[in-house]
């Protein structure tokens, strides 16, 4: 007899709800509160490319490392149907950064590097960070609802962060809604305010809200869609970043508000007969200041035998500058407001990573290597001046997960 | 790579595991890890022990207020909610209570008043189930996972055996089959369909290197009353046995799949159950009365 396929909607139906089961790795793992202890440790090293020669004015070329700690745990809390999960950091910087920009003779622009002049000295940064994030999930049939919370301390900077987040799942955990609004608490108080024409104290804060849709397709495919908006209120210029006009040097000056809009897309897809994942994510994001940019990740996620995976990826990035984006000027601004900062400035990047994960018993390893290149030639559209600060970096970490109770 | 074999009974049959495991530890952590899940969950949906969340479910029955169920057992009722509604309520896991009426050693008819007040505890329509919570409103209804939790248990061990890399091995339970993945040179298991007159000698060879296989048939239990056979398959709506194929099995990507299929095949009956599986989709054969094959299979026989 001939296979036909009408009755398609019954094996789907059937595989959807085969999917939800708990032992198969189903979905309705999104609502479940977990009931083991797993702890991770996460160590990364983060290290910023020297400024070559041609483009640094003075100061040293050495720019950032920073190296991060980090432990997460999550476990079942005390009521039941809810687990807590914690995060813990501790993170060292050191190095410098891009203080602001000149011409040279030839009117080509040039990053003056902190730490270039004696008073400057203290910038020649040594700092550390610590925070700690928590997250609380209660669960309760297919809702999830989520209480989060964080406090990061440096030195010249603190911030608290408090949100809510809930969840529901439909049609068998096929499809989930999610919904979540935050706000954070910044305040920051710039070391050596006097020589940079600051006071010692500023505040600003930022409120967001999401929404996202996740829906399984079918047993292979997954699709995430999620829209961001966010808005900053209060003191958003760099307290130690300067902009050239050419007779004076004047503190970084940015509006005192900006919104923010992204919209998120995942797609995932497993082929099976190669054991294999294609993940592709899309961003697109605008902002208030004038900047849109997109970003496209590609990711193969490929598992090999014994517990073994490996995962490379690439990563494209493409952004427009902000408005008040300005290198330098030889006369005095064309408004009160202006930034020399490279995040700022029109550019492109690219990054590509290696991912490898070894899983044995309840542990699981992984080796992370990503390697990322910006600059003007990366960019989709035309860039007049390339901002000589735009960096390239590398990041190497290393990660262990153990689950108890396995 | 060496093949590995496991043999050991759970849930009322024989269980064996195949496996072809990196090394010999790995090999044994996986055969440990296998017949422990298959152990835990028949402990908890058997019938036949006090304190199995079938119990607790069953004891539930005619409570006005019903009882939360675990996140497991919510989407195994869901996954039976979904057979009920594609089957048009052949696939029924309230229908156990009918066994009350049908006793295989019986050698007269059971009593149709018998059969119809039974009928009156019969019907997942008759349940309140808003996940995760769980109403039988009437005394005497019963739940019984049997239908289900074989093939759960299956495709379970072959998800813990995949997540830890393994890649080749297959799990017989009873005839419900689960694939690891094939042979390590690629060639798949080949997988006899046994006829009832002759259980040595497989009628059909089924090729698997993926998902899983299952088959449902009345040749193992069946009783004959005045010259006719009766299967232990019964019709939830009627509460009779129906007359059907010798058996159907089916092929599908999960075992679990796999049964529900054969199993509302054979409930359809020998001429609707050929239809309704064949616009399934899914790969089956089924054995007819007169020993002859039909199906969409490729077979060596």
């Given amino acids: 007899m001939a296979v036909t396929e009408k009755n398609n909607t019954t094996l789907s139906a059937l595989m959807a709800a085969s999917l939800a089961l708990p032992a198969l790795g189903g979905a309705a793992q999104a609502a479940e509160p977990a009931t083991d202890v797993s702890a991770s440790y996460h160590f990364s090293h983060y290290h910023e490319n020297s400024v070559p020669s041609s483009k640094l004015a003075r100061g040293g070329s050495e720019r950032y490392t920073v190296k991060t700690h980090q432990v997460d745990l999550k476990a079942p809390f005390l009521f039941t149907d809810s687990d807590i999960e914690l995060a813990l950091q501790h993170e060292t910087m050191s190095g410098a950064s891009p203080w602001y920009i000149e011409p040279d003779l030839n009117g080509k622009p040039v990053v003056v590097m902190s730490g270039a002049t004696s008073s400057q000295s203290k910038r020649l940064i040594n700092e550390e960070r610590n925070s700690i994030q928590s997250k609380l999930n209660l669960y309760r049939g297919p809702h999830r609802l989520s209480l989060t919370s964080g406090y990061s301390k440096e030195k010249d900077y603190r911030s608290i962060q408090a949100g809510l987040e809930v969840a529901k799942e439909f049609n068998q955990g096929m499809t989930t809604l999610e919904a979540g609004a935050g706000f954070t608490n910044n305040t920051l108080n710039p070391t050596d305010a006097k020589k940079y024409q600051r006071k010692s104290r500023y505040h600003n804060h930022e409120t967001s809200l999401y929404g996202g849709l996740t829906q399984i397709l079918n047993r292979h495919s997954l699709l995430q869609l999620s829209v961001n908006y966010s808005q900053e209120n209060g003191f958003l210029s760099d307290p130690y970043k300067f902009v050239y006009l050419g007779t004076k040097l004047a503190p970084d000056s940015r509006p005192e508000r900006r919104r923010k809009f992204a919209l998120l897309s995942r797609y995932r897809y497993y082929i099976e007969p190669l054991d294999a994942a294609v993940h592709v994510d899309y961003r697109f994001f605008r902002d208030s200041w004038g900047i849109h940019s997109n970003t496209l990740k590609l990711a193969w996620h490929q598992t090999l035998s014994h517990g073994w995976k490996i995962t490379p990826s690439i990563r494209y990035y493409d952004q427009s500058q902000a408005d008040f984006y300005l290198p330098f000027s030889y006369i005095g601004p064309p408004s009160n407001l202006y930034s020399s900062d490279y995040r700022l400035s029109p550019f492109g990047s690219i990054s590509g990573g290696l991912r490898i994960d070894k899983t044995f018993g309840g542990w699981q390893f992984a080796l992370m290597y990503e390697y990322y290149r910006s600059g003007a030639r990366y960019s989709l559209n035309h860039v007049d001046v390339e901002d000589p600060a735009l960096v390239d970096f590398q990041v190497l970490s290393a990660s262990i997960n153990y689950s108890f109770g396995q | ?301």
Avoid at chain 2, 54 to 67: C, D, E, P
Avoid at chain 2, 82 to 111: C, H, K, M
């Fill in chain 2, 1 to 301: 790579m060496e093949c590995t074999t496991h043999k050991f009974h759970a849930m009322g049959t024989h269980c064996q595991l195949f496996l072809y495991a990196n090394d010999s530890s790995q090999g044994e952590a996986l055969i440990i890890q296998a017949e422990a899940e298959i152990r835990r969950l028949e402990a908890k949906y058997t019938r036949y022990q006090e304190n199995s969340e079938t119990s607790r479910i069953n004891r539930s029955a005619g409570q006005v207020a019903g009882i939360r169920v675990d996140a497991e057992t919510a989407a195994l009722l869901d996954y039976a909610a979904t057979a009920y509604l594609q089957s048009d309520g052949l696939f029924d896991i309230t229908s156990g209570v009918l066994r009350n009426a049908w006793r295989f050693e019986q050698t007269t008819l059971p009593d149709s008043d018998v059969i119809n007040h039974l009928l009156t505890r019969v019907g997942w329509h008759r349940l309140q189930w808003e996940s995760p919570h769980l109403t039988l409103p009437l005394v005497g209804m019963e739940l019984d996972f049997g239908g289900v939790v074989k093939e759960y248990a299956v495709d379970a061990v072959v998800a813990i055996c995949r997540d830890q890399g393994c890649r080749h091995g297959l799990l017989d339970m009873g005839g419900d089959i689960g694939v690891i993945g094939p042979h390590p040179d690629g060639s798949p298991w080949r997988v006899g369909i046994r006829t009832p007159w002759d259980p040595d000698r497989a009628k059909a060879i089924i090729e698997l290197s993926a998902g899983g296989l299952a088959t449902s048939g009345d040749y193992e239990r069946y009783t004959e009353i005045d010259g006719v056979r009766y299967g232990h398959i019964l019709n939830p709506k009627t509460g009779w046995p129906v007359q059907s194929m010798v058996s159907v099995s089916v092929q599908a990507p999960r075992c679990i799949i796999a049964g529900t299929a054969s199993t509302i095949g054979m409930l359809n009956g020998i001429k609707q159950g050929k239809q309704w599986l064949a616009e399934l989709g899914l790969p089956y054969l089924c054995i007819n009365r007169d020993g002859s094959l039909a199906g969409s299979f490729s077979t060596d026989s």
